[in-house]
């Protein structure tokens, strides 16, 4: 089993910063990429950022140069730092893993997700 637990969401007025936090514990063998997807209400899940095992992050061009993700490979913990927020960053934000268990199953994984809203 394995399990991704959010957390860091909540209120902010425009302009403002919020950090998301993501762990994932259970029977991990090595995780491959990491990242961050959101989806407002009324429209599809969509990629906010990604980051690879040792490689390079990538960025939704709606975000690139005010959110950063980063992770711990140790703690199996990514993060999000959201500076610059608008309204239109509200949404669910969910965690999601590319991981392979210790049975050597591979697969992807989902976080229950967390409320960003951005309002004044």
């Known amino acids: 089993q394995v399990q991704l637990v959010e957390s860091g969401g909540g209120l902010v007025q425009p302009g403002g910063s919020l950090r998301l936090s993501c762990a994932a514990s259970?029977?991990?063998?090595?995780?491959?990429?990491m990242g961050w997807y959101r989806q407002a209400p009324g429209k599809q899940r969509e990629l906010v950022a990604q980051i690879p095992s040792g490689g390079s992050p990538n960025y939704a061009d709606s975000v690139r140069g005010r959110f950063t993700i980063s992770r711990d490979n140790a703690k199996n913990t990514v993060y999000l730092q959201m500076n610059s927020l608008k309204p239109e960053d509200t949404a669910i934000y969910y965690c999601?893993?590319?991981?392979?268990?210790?049975?050597?199953?591979?697969?992807?994984?989902w976080g229950q997700g967390t409320q960003v809203t951005v309002s004044s």
């Open positions: 999601n893993a590319d991981l392979i268990m210790t049975d050597w199953r591979r697969g992807g994984y």
């Open positions: 259970g029977s991990i063998f090595n995780i491959y990429a």
